[in-house]
């Protein structure tokens, strides 16, 4: 049997497909796993050995502008995948995407699977399934190989990652340079579109002092650089700009890249993010992740998009992230520090 996967989403929805693709290749150990995915998101499968190949798409176009040479590379993708000849091909998303179907069917599988609400959509494809917004975003992308014969166990297998090694050789010179040993520190990160998802200065401030103190971890502070109402990527320096300022020297700010990221959060002893891409990262790593989620009487992130895996742990609140009190962040940031 011959399956493609296409993914088309965020860094964080790639690592919440890792389950199922643990559970088809084990389920089918003789069939041909290959993946499909934008370039900017393939890494993230680097080392996964469920997949035997991957392939890649450019951006085609932004906006009203037309990448051409990305736009005849597609082309040729999409030519080169109907040679494979595809028993299935699996648009890997927890709701209906028309671009990630549209993918699939380009393909030319002998069967399309995917989730389709619209009824376009759902002429359009052999098998097209209707997603259940209660269940997890990887629940949803696991129920995806009923088609294929595969049943979803009663517990997924957690997530999976390997960090970049560049990342990690960076985060090793980053934290002699700082004079940290890995370990002793954990990382607070405060990253997210959303600003309530976001604590305060004070609480980082009081969180950043509870972990010296009492536990003898130094922090290592990240942020998004620039100002909250930028229109594409807002920044979180009003919240970061007083914790610097307040010259903690147990405090250790970082402002560099996604993959460094990683590497520092792979030598600390825990993290703590808000709901976003890098909380699924710190999902996979050693020391865990502590995610923070807030307006859930707006949009209940726990039953679709907390941190999954027996290094994860979660706080969730109905309103504003400035509800969680120490002791409840505490608590749970020991648990971490026993696993």
């Known amino acids: ?29 003789d069939a041909e796993i290959h993946l499909l995915a ?51 091909a699996i648009a890997a998303g927890g709701e209906e995407s028309h671009r990630a179907l549209s993918r699939a069917l380009h393909a030319s599988a002998k069967r399309t699977v995917g989730y389709a609400t619209d009824a376009k959509w759902r002429a359009k494809i052999s098998d097209p399934l209707t997603p259940n917004n209660e269940e997890h975003e990887s629940v949803r992308i696991a129920r995806l190989m009923e088609p294929l014969g595969v049943s979803l166990p009663a517990v997924l297998p957690d997530p999976e990652f390997h960090p970049p090694a560049a990342g990690l050789a960076f985060a090793d010179q980053w934290l002699a340079s700082e004079k940290v040993a890995p370990r002793t520190f954990w990382v607070l990160g405060i990253g997210s579109r959303i600003p309530n998802h976001q604590p305060n200065t004070e609480q980082i401030l009081r969180w950043a002092k509870w972990a010296k103190e009492s536990r003898g971890l130094d922090t290592v502070f990240m942020w ?27 405090i250790h700010p970082f402002r560099g ?26 999902s996979t790593s050693p020391g865990g992740v502590l995610g923070l989620l807030a307006n859930a009487d707006v949009w209940d992130a726990k039953a679709q998009w907390k941190p999954i895996g027996s290094h994860a742990r979660y706080v969730e609140t109905r309103g504003s992230a400035h509800a969680f009190t120490d002791a409840e962040i505490f608590a749970q940031i020991d648990d971490l520090l026993r696993v």
């Open 1 to 29: 049997m011959k399956i493609l996967i296409v993914k088309r989403d965020k860094l964080g929805d790639m690592i919440v497909t890792t389950p199922m693709l643990r559970v088809l290749r084990e389920a089918l150990p």
């Open 38 to 88: 934008a370039e900017y998101n393939l890494w993230v499968v680097d080392g996964n050995e469920c997949i035997d190949k991957r392939w890649s798409f450019g951006r085609a176009r932004t906006g009203k502008k037309i990448h051409w040479r990305a736009a005849l590379g597609q082309l040729k993708l999409y030519l080169d995948l109907k040679r494979e000849k595809f028993d299935f």
């Open 224 to 250: 998004t650089p620039g100002a909250a109402d930028h229109p594409l990527y807002p920044g979180d320096d009003a919240i970061a700009e007083p914790v610097l300022a307040a010259g903690m020297p147990y």
């Open 257 to 282: 890249g996604l993959k460094e990221a990683i590497g520092l959060i792979w030598r600390a002893n825990t993290s703590l993010f808000p709901n976003s891409g890098l909380m699924h990262f710190a």
